[in-house]
């Protein structure tokens, strides 16, 4: 049972709630929406984003009001809003729960940026493979249309809302913002070479801005509940909010548990997540999607906020939260990972391209036990000159599960090695008799 | 010819966009659905719509996993094989469906009913090993539901498994 108030998934916990726009008025659904429009200015919404503190819970963990305030005060044609719903970050299924369970809160969440940010049209970039979760918001959309809180003045306030559900096609890095969109401008879903930011020059070349799901979904409860409720929640003053973290792997009750940030991993996997799911010891954690470096049972008392997860080494990241006990082989953990990057590699830069391919050869190489001890050089080589070296962040995610497991269980790779050498010995005597 | 059939929803899949060109996925899922797969005289007439050439279409087509560029089963099973999944067994999972249907990865069966794909992450890391089948995700997967869910999808076309709206854990006294 949680201690604490669940904000994002409250509704959802209410028995017989169904997501529908009926229940989620009973729940004091888009009075958030009525209350500013019209009302409140909307340069003093993002004020109001900034000073909760609210941060991005897609990955980076970029100040959301500030991100907003990036965008050109003077222009007076299109800008657009994109609800990052691509949720392709292993080790992450939040987005979904709060879409296929709630869709309204996350459309008003949308009304209110678009109304923040003076945007009149709106995407939902939802991963292709989400087709129940498009379905359902796009009736959504339909009913919030059909009630006048989306659509042509907004509540008769004059503002034009409008949201169009947009499906992805199976493409990891379309997670990325500007590779997203470029991939809604129906291409190839290549990342651009920042500067420029889409804050300037986003969708169609028009200032964007792009917030992942579980950030907008945050909006109506900070306008309704104030900026100092939310600030005060956490892990003030960089952390604050909660997180809906995503437990997979090795334990008893995997699952989407919603605490404050700043909670130990040890409280979120022990108690929320009912521990180990066999007698078998804690080894490996990734606290933060792939993308985030391994850390060990000697991390356990790590606050989950930003600071602290960087802190100990790795990153907070989507909020995926790992666990593997001892018994699981980490070059092997590596390997699988260096497989999933290596296929969903965009190609556009070669460290990347070329890199992704060369560690997943050497890693495989090693995990067969045909490996040799200069290949850990050449793993640690490989690694520095493609981290930094991309148009993306693509790039320093690959590396960090072999960057961590090697830092952590170098014992295992060089077990491996010296069993392959050990067998190559094995095999002179043999070639000399054949002489 | 798309055109003919789908005027009304080709129309309104462009008008939501400022720029033609946005429509491309929508489309191609479109004549996927219409075909199984993109056939070439689909991106012809795509990019035709989109006032685009065929190579613009080709090209964004093989950068996208879900756009298939030829025929596939009746049904399409794609298990994810992923570090999550695989840490609760989704290697094993390939291995029934390999002695179940004698079908590799990237396999289709003769009778056409079944393909067999093994995917990278799909999103649904708490619930694994799971897979998607067509549209449907099925999740927590044994040995036993993969048995139903095949039988099932033989016999009737559906399986009551698949997955609904998405929460776990599922809510206290919620209804099993």
Redesign the interface.
Same mark, same amino acid.
């Given at each position: 049972m949680p201690k604490h108030e669940l904000i994002l998934l409250k509704n959802?916990?209410?028995?017989g709630y169904t997501?529908s726009l009926k229940d989620y008025e009973k729940t004091g659904g888009y009075q958030a929406l009525k209350k500013i429009l019209g009302r409140v200015q909307p340069a003093d919404v993002t004020q109001m984003v900034i000073k909760s503190g609210l941060r991005g819970r897609g990955g980076a963990g970029f100040p959301t009001g500030v991100k907003w305030n990036f965008l050109p005060k003077d222009y007076t044609g299109?800008k657009y809003l994109c609800c990052n719903a691509d949720?392709? *970050?292993?080790?992450?299924?939040k987005d979904?729960?709060l879409m *296929?369970?709630d869709p309204h809160q996350v459309l008003e969440g949308m009304a209110i940026a678009c109304y923040a940010i003076g945007a009149e049209?709106a995407y939902i970039y939802i991963?292709?493979?989400?087709?129940?979760?498009s379905r359902?918001l796009d009736q959504a959309v339909a009913e919030a249309r059909q009630a006048g809180y989306l659509g042509k003045s907004v509540l008769g306030s004059g503002a034009n809302i409008q949201i169009?559900v947009?499906?992805?096609?199976?493409?990891?890095i379309c997670g990325e913002e500007t590779a997203l969109l470029e991939?809604?401008?129906?291409?190839?879903?290549l990342p651009r070479v920042k500067p420029p930011f889409p804050a300037t020059h986003g969708l169609?070349n028009k200032p964007t801005v792009v917030n992942n799901v579980e950030t907008l979904a945050n909006l109506p409860h900070i306008v309704t509940r104030g900026a100092e409720w939310f600030a005060s929640i956490g892990s003030p003053p960089k952390s604050t909010g909660t997180r809906i973290f995503?437990?997979?792997?090795?334990v008893k009750?995997?699952?989407?548990y919603e605490v404050p940030m700043g909670i130990t991993l040890r409280e979120l996997i022990f108690e929320h997540a009912g521990g180990m799911r066999s007698d078998k010891k804690l080894k490996a954690i990734i606290p933060g999607g792939?993308s985030a470096p391994f850390l060990t049972e000697q991390h356990l008392d790590v606050k989950l906020d930003f600071e602290s997860v960087a802190a100990a080494g790795s990153m907070l990241g989507s909020g995926?939260v790992?666990v593997?006990e001892e018994g699981?082989s980490m070059v092997w953990?590596a390997l699988?990972?260096m *497989?999933?990057f290596y296929?969903?590699s965009?190609g556009k830069c070669s460290p990347c391209r070329e890199g992704s391919s060369w560690l997943t050869q050497t890693l495989r190489r090693i995990l067969a036990k045909r490996g040799r001890m200069e290949d850990l050089e050449t793993l640690k080589e490989l690694c520095q000159n493609i981290a930094g070296r991309t148009v993306c962040a693509f790039g320093d995610a690959e590396v960090a599960p072999i960057m961590s497991t090697l830092q952590y269980w170098r014992h295992e790779y060089e077990e491996l090695i010296r069993e392959a050498e050990a067998s190559r010995e094995k095999e002179l005597p043999m070639a000399d008799a054949r002489h | 010819m798309l055109k003919e059939k789908h005027q009304k929803e080709i129309d309104d899949i462009i008008s939501?966009?400022?720029?033609r060109?946005?429509?491309?996925?929508?489309l191609?899922?479109l004549a996927q659905r219409e075909d199984g797969y993109v056939t070439e005289a689909a991106m012809k007439e795509i990019a035709q719509i989109?006032k685009l050439t065929p190579p613009q279409v080709y090209?964004?087509i093989t950068?996208?996993?879900?756009?298939n560029l030829k025929p596939v089963g009746k049904f399409h099973i794609q298990v994810c094989?992923?570090?999550?999944c695989?840490?609760?067994g989704s290697d094993q999972l390939i291995g029934w469906f390999h002695s179940k249907l004698g079908i590799k990865p990237g396999e289709t069966t003769p009778d056409k009913l079944f393909t067999l794909s093994v995917?990278?992450?799909?999103?649904?890391?708490?619930?694994?090993p799971m897979m998607?089948i067509n549209?449907?995700?099925y999740e927590r997967l044994t040995e036993q539901k993969v048995d139903q869910i095949l039988s099932d999808l033989k016999n009737t076309g559906a399986c009551p498994l698949k997955?609904?709206?998405?929460?776990?854990?599922e809510?206290?006294?919620?209804k099993k």
């Open positions: 959802m916990t209410q028995p997501g299109p949720e392709s *970050e292993p080790g992450t299924f979904r729960q *296929e369970r049209t991963r292709g493979e989400f087709v129940l979760g359902i169009h947009h499906r992805g096609a199976g493409a990891y991939s809604l401008e129906g291409k190839r879903g169609y995503c437990v997979s792997g090795h009750k995997p699952g989407n792939a995926g790992t593997m699981t953990a699988r990972l *497989e999933f296929h969903e965009c | 939501r966009y400022p720029v060109r946005s429509a491309l996925l929508p191609l899922y989109l090209e964004t950068f996208y996993t879900m756009l094989k992923s570090l999550m695989a840490l609760v995917v990278e992450c799909l999103g649904a890391c708490g619930t694994g998607q549209e449907d995700y997955s609904g709206p998405f929460m776990w854990p809510p206290s006294g919620a």
